[in-house]
Antibody, heavy 127, light 108 residues
Framework: EVQLVESGGGLVQPGRSLTLSCTTSGFTFGDHTFNWVRQAPGKGLEWVGFIRSKGYGGTSEDAPSVRGRFTLSRDDSKGIAYLQMSSLKTDDTAVYFC??????????????????WGPGTLVTVSS | IVLTQSPGTLSLSPGERATLSCRAGQSVSSSYISWYQQKPGQSPRLLIYGASNRAAGIPDRFSGSGSGTDFTLTISRLEAEDFAVYYCQHYGGTAPLYSFGQGTKLES
């Protein structure tokens, strides 16, 4: 069974740092890109960034709203993806989800979507 | 690319047909359009990918269609468990690489 579980959330003061983990099981971690998506209280979904599989270079991309403050990484030996958050702002308060990305091409058509999500972890940025 | 979902809230009864819209600010590749369902306190669940392909385990009362800038999620006969918030998503290849619509709340 595919499982993703986020951890590391909590209450943190503005300007401080926090690292979230996404621990996975039930599939070959190294084959996949992992995304982080957040949801502020009562709001919609916001894409935060992704860390590519090693097969696609292992590099990361992120949203403009977090650029320069958040860092995405992965440890394929442990099956864990990380989201390091620094210079946190009150606007970063949200539930943070990790999601496994499926990426494949069939003929000339390529698809990308998130087929499995973790339950999320709440990050509250407040003094 | 901005995705605009309508209506914001849709009030229907079990057994009725639901039609949810997602409009992109410019023409997009339908293969990168997905739909998700989210219930309170839960993570999103993939329903549709590639605009019209049902994900594994999704009942056939859910269907997706569209191309260009206009995409639709249709639920043919609503069941009690279908009342939730629905989001469309697009992978655009330029920052931000993924975008979500603001969501449609389907209520009874």
């Amino acid at each position: 069974e595919v499982q993703l579980v986020e951890s590391g959330g909590g209450l943190v003061q503005p300007g401080r740092s926090l690292t979230l983990s996404c621990t996975t099981s039930g599939f070959t971690f190294g084959d996949h890109t992992f995304n982080w998506v957040r949801q502020a209280p009562g709001k919609g979904l916001e894409w935060v960034g992704f860390i590519r599989s090693k097969g696609y270079g292992g590099t990361s991309e992120d949203a403009p709203s977090v650029r320069g403050r958040f860092t995405l990484s992965r440890d394929d030996s442990k099956g864990i993806a990380y989201l390091q958050m620094s210079s946190l702002k009150t606007d970063d308060t949200a539930v943070y989800f990790c999601a496994r990305e499926i990426r494949y091409c069939s003929g000339h058509t390529c698809y990308r979507y998130f087929d499995s999500w973790g339950p999320g972890t709440l990050v509250t940025v407040s003094s | 690319i901005v995705l605009t979902q309508s209506p914001g809230t849709l009030s229907l009864s079990p057994g009725e047909r639901a039609t949810l819209s997602c409009r992109a600010g410019q023409s997009v590749s339908s293969s990168y359009i997905s739909w998700y369902q989210q219930k309170p306190g839960q993570s999103p669940r993939l329903l549709i990918y590639g605009a019209s392909n049902r994900a594994a385990g999704i009942p056939d009362r859910f269907s997706g269609s569209g191309s260009g800038t206009d995409f639709t999620l249709t639920i043919s006969r609503l069941e009690a468990e279908d009342f939730a918030v629905y989001y469309c998503q697009h992978y655009g290849g330029t920052a931000p690489l993924y975008s979500f619509g603001q969501g449609t709340k389907l209520e009874s």
